[in-house]
């Protein structure tokens, strides 16, 4: 078993990567929580492949465990549905020495530790990331948030879990689409931080050597994430590395209603945009947008924008909650493996040309 700790200045907590892991659960929660009574929180397509799984496993411990479904997808990531997850966690009498487990892909993991972080002004949860983006990036780090209209996780909170507890095993039941969606936040951790986890990913010959792989290769993101973290906890500095590709692509999923283009699909055209850009404005080394370019068509995504109002992409990314004033940080690559940050006026976003 890969195991991490994040070390952070008022808590810590581990992380656990093992092929498995979740038959073991229940022992393994068991380790770090002593008290009885257990909420999962997790969405409809999880609950029919592997809800049984892990009650089972839990009661077997004799934890006394409730389920809260919710659909899947970005579309519970509101106001309402987080309203109804609390309302049942009310209704199941939790108190701030219970736990709550979020089992589910980036959206689960949100809106479940986002409750959590406010129900009773707090109560410990558990991330059990069952997607890849979760696995190598939502569940490490303690954003939890929401979606409004106005665009993607404006409202949240800092939040941290218990412990995260990955088990690569079930990225094998993923639609493959949603195991590539998951492969762009990958390939960002590369293009920022590795240029070696970058090659890596442009030499494997297809899935098969990427799951051979796989278990290493989620504990290089998560270390690198960790790390992150560490050194910025609040995303006012290095941190903020992370969102390499995530301002255009969190405009493109909010332009066209989170309904068109999952997250990876629209951060890989964002990383891609991006850097074509920055290559044009003599700020990153030639030749690096084609190989964020190859590697992005490599693992089956999208790296061409459609048609888009640039106005409206514009008056979207302005709203972004990483802004200060009229500035903007956007992040860029000197080279493969080295990313920076560069702070513009967002009226300069007009040059921007969205390929």
Same mark, same amino acid.
């Given at each position: 078993?890969?195991?991490?700790?994040?070390?952070?200045?008022?808590?810590?907590?581990?992380?656990?990567?093992?092929?498995?892991?979740?038959?073991?659960?229940?022992?393994?929660?068991?380790?770090?929580?002593?008290?009885?009574?257990?909420?999962?929180?997790?969405?409809?397509?999880?609950?029919?492949?592997?809800?049984?799984?892990?009650?089972?496993?839990?009661?077997? *411990?004799?934890?006394?465990?409730?389920?809260?479904?919710?659909?899947?997808?970005?579309?519970?990531?509101?106001?309402?549905?987080?309203? %109804? #997850?609390?309302?049942?966690?009310?209704?199941?009498?939790?108190?701030?020495?219970?736990?709550?487990?979020?089992?589910?892909?980036?959206?689960?993991?949100?809106?479940?530790?986002?409750?959590?972080?406010?129900?009773?002004?707090?109560?410990?949860?558990?991330?059990?990331?069952?997607?890849? !983006? &979760?696995?190598?990036?939502?569940?490490?780090?303690?954003?939890?948030?929401?979606?409004?209209?106005?665009?993607?996780?404006?409202?949240?909170?800092?939040?941290?879990?218990?412990? #995260?507890?990955?088990?690569?095993?079930?990225?094998?039941?993923?639609? *493959?689409?949603?195991?590539?969606?998951?492969?762009?936040?990958?390939?960002?951790?590369?293009?920022?931080?590795?240029?070696?986890?970058?090659?890596?990913?442009?030499?494997?010959?297809?899935?098969?050597?990427?799951?051979?792989?796989? *278990?290493?290769? !989620?504990?290089?993101?998560?270390?690198?994430?960790?790390?992150? #973290?560490?050194?910025? *906890?609040?995303?006012?500095?290095?941190?903020?590395?992370?969102?390499?590709?995530?301002?255009?692509?969190?405009?493109?999923? $909010?332009?066209? %209603?989170?309904?068109?283009?999952?997250?990876?699909?629209?951060?890989?055209?964002?990383?891609?945009?991006?850097? $074509?850009?920055?290559?044009?404005? &003599?700020?990153?080394?030639?030749?690096?947008?084609?190989?964020?370019?190859?590697?992005?068509?490599?693992?089956?995504?999208?790296?061409?924008?459609?048609?888009?109002?640039?106005?409206?992409?514009?008056?979207?990314?302005?709203?972004?909650?990483?802004?200060?004033?009229?500035?903007?940080?956007?992040?860029?690559? $000197?080279?493969?493996?080295? &990313?920076?940050?560069?702070?513009?006026?967002?009226?300069?976003?007009?040059?921007?040309?969205?390929?």
């Amino acid at each position: 078993m890969h195991t991490l700790t994040v070390n952070l200045s008022d808590k810590t907590y581990p992380i656990y990567i093992k092929k498995g892991l979740l038959d073991s659960i229940g022992k393994e929660i068991k380790k770090i929580y002593k008290n009885k009574k257990i909420a999962i929180i997790t969405d409809s397509n999880i609950e029919k492949l592997y809800g049984e799984r892990i009650k089972n496993n839990l009661i077997k *411990e004799n934890f006394l465990t409730n389920k809260i479904i919710i659909e899947p997808g970005e579309k519970s990531k509101f106001f309402k549905v987080l309203e %109804q #997850v609390c309302n049942k966690l009310l209704e199941l009498k939790l108190n701030r020495g219970d736990l709550i487990i979020t089992f589910g892909g980036g959206v689960v993991g949100d809106l479940g530790g986002f409750a959590a972080s406010m129900l009773l002004r707090g109560i410990s949860f558990i991330q059990i990331p069952t997607s890849l !983006i &979760g696995q190598i990036d939502s569940s490490i780090g303690g954003k939890v948030a929401i979606n409004t209209d106005y665009g993607k996780n404006l409202i949240g909170s800092f939040y941290h879990p218990k412990a #995260v507890f990955i088990d690569p095993e079930l990225l094998k039941t993923l639609d *493959e689409r949603y195991l590539y969606d998951g492969m762009a936040e990958m390939i960002k951790y590369g293009a920022i931080k590795d240029r070696k986890l970058f090659n890596n990913l442009l030499q494997y010959k297809g899935k098969e050597d990427l799951f051979n792989n796989i *278990e290493e290769l !989620i504990y290089t993101c998560c270390s690198i994430k960790k790390n992150l #973290v560490e050194k910025d *906890e609040k995303d006012n500095g290095e941190r903020m590395l992370l969102n390499f590709g995530h301002t255009i692509g969190h405009g493109i999923e $909010k332009y066209f %209603q989170y309904k068109k283009f999952t997250h990876g699909e629209a951060v890989a055209m964002g990383m891609y945009a991006i850097t $074509k850009n920055s290559e044009d404005f &003599g700020l990153t080394e030639k030749g690096t947008s084609d190989l964020i370019k190859k590697i992005i068509i490599k693992y089956n995504l999208p790296w061409k924008i459609p048609t888009i109002d640039k106005s409206e992409i514009i008056d979207i990314i302005s709203r972004d909650k990483k802004n200060n004033c009229e500035n903007m940080n956007i992040i860029l690559l $000197k080279n493969i493996g080295n &990313g920076f940050i560069k702070k513009i006026n967002i009226k300069d976003m007009n040059k921007v040309k969205f390929i």
